[in-house]
C-alpha cells in the first residue's frame, strides 16, 4: 500500500477533500492531508484565494513543504488545484518520490527541474473546458508525452473542483472515474 501526501485545493480542507482521503483510506492506503489554512474554508475560489494573498501564498507552499519535513521517503504527492503547486515540486525534487498525482493543475516541469525524475510515475487530471486546467493543459500534454509513467486525464465538463464532494462542482460521475484511476495507480507503486 501508498502512503500519500495530500494537499487540498485553494477552498481549504474541505469535507469533500477529507472523504476522498478517506476513500483512500479505506482501500488501504496511508493517507496525510496537512491543513495549510488553520482550520479555514472557503466558501469560493475567490475567496480562498483572496485568504491566500493575505496570508503570503509562498509562506502557505512553504508550510505545505514542510509537512514532508517529518515523513519518511517513498511518497506519492498528490494535490488539489493550488496543491499541486506543492505535491509537484515535492514530487521533482525531493528525493525517494513514489509518485504524483497532480488534480486539477500541473505546471512547466521547468518550474522545478531540467526533467520530470526518472522512474516516477505521475498521473493527472483536469476537465476540458474548465478554464484553470485550461491555462495548464499544454504543460500536462507535454509531461505526458514525455514520461513513459505519465498518463493525462481530461474529462467532458467545465468544473475545476469536480472531485469535492462537499462543493457545488462536484461531479459524480467524473469523480468515481477519477477515484478509480488513483486508486489503480496506487496500486501500481
Do not use: N
Request: charged share 20%; hydrophobic share 45%; proline share 5%.
Amino acid at each position: 500500500m501508498a502512503e500519500v501526501l495530500l494537499y487540498h485545493h485553494i477552498q481549504g480542507l474541505t469535507d469533500g477533500v477529507l472523504a476522498f482521503a478517506d476513500d483512500l483510506r479505506q482501500a488501504g492506503h496511508t493517507v496525510h492531508t496537512p491543513d495549510l489554512f488553520d482550520g479555514r474554508t472557503f466558501g469560493s475560489l475567490e475567496e480562498g484565494f483572496g485568504f491566500a494573498r493575505d496570508t503570503g501564498i509562498e509562506s502557505i507552499r512553504k508550510r505545505g513543504a514542510a509537512a514532508a519535513d517529518g515523513l519518511a521517503p517513498g511518497l506519492v504527492y498528490a494535490g488539489f488545484s493550488f496543491g499541486v503547486t506543492i505535491a509537484q515540486r515535492l514530487a521533482q525534487t525531493r528525493p525517494g518520490a513514489r509518485g504524483a498525482l497532480l488534480m486539477y493543475s500541473c505546471l512547466p516541469v521547468a518550474e522545478f527541474g531540467e526533467a520530470w525524475p526518472q522512474g516516477v510515475p505521475v498521473q493527472i487530471h483536469g476537465k476540458e473546458g474548465d478554464e484553470f486546467f485550461d491555462e495548464d493543459l499544454p504543460a500536462a500534454r507535454e509531461l505526458a508525452g514525455s514520461v513513459a509513467a505519465a498518463e493525462l486525464f481530461v474529462y467532458p465538463g467545465d468544473q475545476h473542483l469536480f472531485a469535492d464532494s462537499s462543493l457545488d462542482a462536484y461531479d459524480p460521475e467524473a469523480s468515481a472515474l477519477l477515484m478509480a484511476r488513483v486508486r489503480a495507480f496506487l496500486a501500481a507503486v
